[in-house]
Nanobody, 126 residues
Framework: QVRLVESGGGSVQNGGSLRLSCVAS?????????VAWFRQAPGVERDWVAT???????EYRDSVKDRFTISRDNAKKTSYLQMNHLEPGDTSMYYC???????????????????WGQGTQVTVSP
């Protein structure tokens, strides 16, 4: 069974930075998993933010490119989301997600991921 635990959320002012972490417990080597970050504000759908695939490729949603960076430390079984130049529109609950695919490919849909963390809140004030 895979367990994901996020941390690092908080409240910052417009233009501030936060780094989210997601520590995983996995039965297989962490490098075999693709990991992603999603976010969800109250009353709206869960949106994909970024993916670090098992083949080491990365992708970002357009609104966070050049501001957010996804990374991972396979030895620590941890993924990170460095968020710079935060804006009030980034306010959401942030979730990490993981999948161990049969064939490694880029994944950007919530339905692509099997395991989810409990979320960490990010609030950006004007």
């Amino acid at each position: 069974q895979v367990r994901l635990v996020e941390s690092g959320g908080g409240s910052v002012q417009n233009g501030g930075s936060l780094r989210l972490s997601c520590v995983a417990s996995t039965p297989y080597p962490y490098k075999e998993y693709s990991v992603a970050w999603f976010r969800q504000a109250p009353g709206v759908e869960r949106d994909w933010v970024a993916t670090f695939a098992c083949d080491s490729s990365t992708e970002y949603r357009d609104s966070v490119k050049d501001r957010f960076t996804i990374s991972r430390d396979n030895a620590k079984k941890t993924s990170y989301l460095q968020m710079n130049h935060l804006e009030p529109g980034d306010t959401s609950m942030y979730y990490c997600a993981a999948i161990r695919p049969l064939v490694c490919r880029m994944a950007m849909s919530a339905s692509d991921f099997r395991w989810w963390g409990q979320g960490t809140q990010v609030t950006v004030s004007p």
